[in-house]
């Protein structure tokens, strides 16, 4: 079945870090991928997404290439801000039809000033 | 488009009672799904209709859950008899084949 996996949180920097969130994912025949951000409160909204390999989604100042020889998906941000503190979701999407998402468990994201 | 409406926002309410949550997803959108947010858990997907039609409710917990979509612009999920585990958040998603969800603000349950 599918699956994705997350680096576990909370991940706490400073302003103006890189960062970099890992995601990797387990899926049959050739997927869509997407990051999605969940701010306190709220419901979770696109970030980004990648409908396949070696596409890249890129969206206020975040990227993430599709990788399929190594089945990943990972986050990254060259200056994280205060405002992206949040928690961000990887997920899958395999289906030809309307079927639903499949996600990971979540990054908790904290940055400092 | 005023993206996906859930109602209510929080919803208190005591042990045995019926709770039912409402969703209206985006115009146009085929498909729609149910999901349950908690710490222990994260996010996990109760159910899904596409074209009004429920296609796997597999996620669905136990039969005192239950969920219709009578039309393309409304559904709801309903709790009989509400228990305190069910607390949670609960979001409401719409989409367009595979174009990736738009979620609503969720209903934040409590059950006492």
């Known amino acids: 079945g599918n699956s994705v996996t997350q680096m576990e949180g909370p991940v706490t920097l400073s302003e103006e870090a890189f960062l970099t969130i890992n995601c990797t994912y387990t899926?049959?025949?050739?997927?869509?991928l997407f990051w999605y951000v969940q701010y306190p409160g709220e419901g979770l909204q696109l970030l980004l997404k990648a409908t396949k390999a070696d596409d890249k989604g890129s969206n206020k100042g975040f990227e993430a290439t599709y990788r399929k020889e190594t089945t990943s998906f990972h986050l990254e941000k060259g200056s994280v801000q205060v405002s992206d503190s949040a928690v961000y979701f990887c997920?899958?999407?395999?289906?030809?039809?309307?079927?639903?998402?499949?996600f990971g468990k979540g990054t908790h994201l904290i940055i400092q000033p | 488009d005023a993206g996906v409406i859930q109602s209510p926002r929080h919803e208190v309410t005591e042990m045995g009672q019926e709770v039912t949550l409402r969703c209206k997803p985006i115009?146009?959108?085929?498909?729609l799904f149910w999901y349950r947010q908690t710490m222990m858990r994260g996010l996990e997907l109760l159910i899904y209709f596409n074209n009004n039609v429920p296609i796997d409710d597999s996620g669905m917990p136990e039969d005192r859950f239950s969920a219709k979509m009578p039309n393309a612009s409304f559904s709801t999920l309903k709790i009989q008899p509400s228990e305190p585990r069910d607390s949670a958040v609960y979001f409401c998603?719409?989409?367009?084949?595979?174009?990736?969800?738009?979620f609503g603000s969720g209903t934040r349950l409590t059950v006492v």
């Open positions: 998603a719409s989409s367009l084949g595979r174009e990736g969800y738009t």
């Open positions: 899926a049959t025949g050739y997927p869509s």
């Open positions: 115009s146009g959108h085929n498909s």
């Open positions: 997920a899958l999407h395999s289906g030809g039809g309307a079927d639903g998402l499949t």
